[in-house]
């Protein structure tokens, strides 16, 4: 990548013996949005407080810009932070908490003013300026976090978990918010969350994480579709995807009495003699339809979610989930055709997990 | 890049600032930090080595010395004569009698005030009844109060029932004003507990007595620890109690250690009277040092006592 | 299991209200009869025996007349303010120091905290070992060649409430610590991220962000300290007995000594509800804000 604006090279970070983060790499464009995305304690909240410069690393080097910054402060990396709890100061207004920086880095207090108008209006809190975060509500305080990173100007934004506590419906509004500003100002922004949703619908590109390493890097699309690995399948989408374990030989999955012809799969390789996972996403199948591979199901449970259905039943003894329009009338007991195409579907080697 | 493993080959290790900053232990900043806290830290403990060395030293060593200087023949006479043979104003029987006294009184104090306040807490918490609240408050406030307004009523009230200098009548004293702290604490803590598991022991039939004792208690021995360690050294180190409600056959540790040191009868023994000094700070000490952090959640909760 | 075949709801009441008796009992009778009682009685002529005969504000009048009474009252005014600030400023410094992640945390905190194990006769005695002017700090500091140093707090009447200060200050900000230090970890550790990112220096994030932050523990660590320095009394017995002549006597020894030794109890009766007055000047505003805000939180 060609002037990436965030460089992390070789990054390690150890508590004690304890290794969180292990020579990691990543390269983040100019104006992207990057999301990491993983379960608690995979490390991504860790690799942003290194990014900020709020964690010391053991080992390897930070840059932003172009600027070797990994012994630099905070303040002084051309970053601002919007944390999960908001963190505003308490006991000053809105207007205090978006000028205390500026006013400490001794800026002239017109450029303070214009700094503090401009993110005012981009956020729509000018009402709020001289109100106390005590009186503000969940979404505004949000905007307040933003606004305190807006007023510093600086390239790169961070962001840590910044909706998980907000309600379900106002989480969604903000998203949306969020996307705007990010098309508006086109800064670069690393953004750490665990809701796959968010990091679906936000990123340009999706890092997902797990033991401190990264195991995918990729667009939203392409993690989908083509996961490079069997936790990175199970962990995107929900309800997760139905896997089969078995072999593969001569172009065909067998499981049991299951036998997958694999013609349409596109295989990264030549297509080898192995034992292999299968998975299909629940999104994927097709009910009473003409498809490449079809079965014939008894269907267990139905649960019924309004915009769709989901549908469980077994094939070959193994739990089997799928999705169905949220007007099918289907009930326990029915029988059932069901299908998908082979192509949709993702081959995971049996021993090291890898896609096939 | 199509994934991680694509960016690790174009990587070039690059030249500058690599890995941990390079912190030196000796900064400004820490020389400062740690040289005033090392200066507090001495200051602190200073008078217990002042008590320590004066009670090892004879009193010929102390006239020529000042008390930091260290013990040249260390003897341990003043420990002895502190414990057996030191003089109050009425007899001469040492400290020892003071110990044993406030470990009667001790005891019995700190079983009863911790067994009822812990009933106490546990129906505040659970079996709220109406008025409870009330009465509650009442406690709170009352830990406020200064003891000196309510003490002589309670000199009339333990006359009455015949317990005035007793030590009976000291430990219901000692049940009585550790309640409010007490109750307090095994309420909050009782309160944390789920209310699910008390409603599941009532559906499964279990009453007032049989829930405290089968589910309540088996699940707060910490706190019943950090009740104890309150208890222990409050009584332990109370000194108005034990001088106004007993008489000094029975007096406590505390009050025969003033006696012995501020009695203005015959030459001041500096190092008995430090040897007695110590040893009556020892039992609070001992229960601070094994009991670590507890202690410090202990007076978390006990600050109120004031 | 056991309490079947009775009518549960009544026996099951009955048994909380049995288990609240003691407390039903210590409230009603030690908190209020008792408190009331001498109140009561202290407008009264009760001189040997508790006595009912009313002679209105007498007790008082004779109280704020007796030179002792105001040097008592002067002493713990002294006492209690200095008590106040400094050990605010020395504990939250302490804690302060403790909060840098510095190494033996703990043991420094050990240190600084076990003098509040200790008893006050305790405390007393040993620092008037050390405040001793013949052995102790002046002579140290004398042989170190300062010929006519003086520092002999306990033996100057001028200066005697200071040296029970320091002897109070040693026992007690272990304690102020502790709080406050509770009260610094419990603030929100992206308070100080935050404040990192916008370059605050660390002093300013003390002053302008963290403290304010910590009003609330402030003020209450305020009226705990100044419940307790209304109840000044063992230190001084230990340290001074009231001496030299009356110069560090306080009103917790005033009714003492004036309940039990001199007889008097109308004194002691007044003397003690002018303590509870000025602990319910403290408190009251107090428990009131507390109340308040627990109300509007609920």
Redesign the interface.
Known sequence: ?KNPSVSI??L?LEFGSFKVLKDL???IGQGEFLVLLGASGCGKSTLL?CI???L??????I?INDK?V??E????RG???V??????????TVRGNLT??LK??KMPKKEIEERVTRAAEILQIEPLLNRKPAALSGGQRQRVAIG?ALV?DVDVFLF?EPLSNLDAKLRADLRVELKLLHERLKNTMIYVTHDQIEAMTLADRI?IMKDG??????SPQEIYNRP?NKYVADFIGSPSMNFFEGEIANGQFVSGDLSIDLTRYDFAEESPNATAWFGIRPEHILVNDEAPFSAKVRVDIVEPMGSDTLVWTKINGTPFRFRMDGQAAVSVGDDLSIGFDPARASLFDNTTELRL | MADASATNSDVTTMSGPRGRKPTRMLTPRNIMLYGTLFVIAVYYLLPLYVMVVTSLKGMPEIRLGNVFSPPVEITFEPWVKAWSEACTGLNCDGLSRGFWNSVRIMVPSVAISILIASVNGYALANWRFKGANIFFTILIFGAFIPYQVMIYPIVIILREMGLYTKLSGLVIVHTVFGMPILTLLFRNYFSSIPEELFKAARVDGAGFWGIYFQIMLPMSLPIFVVAIILQVTGIWNDFLFGVIYTKPENYPMTVQLNNIVNSVQGVKEYNVNMAATLLTGLVPLIVYFVSGKLFVRGIAAGAVKG | MAQTGRPTQLFRNKSAKIAAIPMVLTALVVFVGATLWTVFHSFTKSKLLPSTKFVGLDQYERLWSQNRWLISIENLAIYGICSMIFSLIIGFLLAAMLDQKIRFENTFRSIFLYPFALSFIVTGLVWQWILNPEFGIQKIVRNLGFENFVFDPLYNPDIVIYGILIAGLWQGTGLIMCLMLAGLRGIDEDIWKAARVDGIPMWKTYIFIVIPMMRAVFITTLVIIASGIVKVYDLVVAQTSGGPGIASEVPAKYVYDYMFKNQNLGQGFAASTMMLLSVLVIVVPWAYLEFKGERSRG
């Open positions: 990548m090279k070789h390690d790499n990543l390269d407080n900020a410069g709020l010391d690393v053991s080992d390897g080097q840059f070797n990994t012994w402060q905070p303040s002084e970053i601002g932070m944390f999960q709890s908001y963190a505003l100061y308490p006991q000053m205390f920086g400490n880095a305190r510093r840590d890092a390493l990264i195991q995918q890097l990729d490079v």
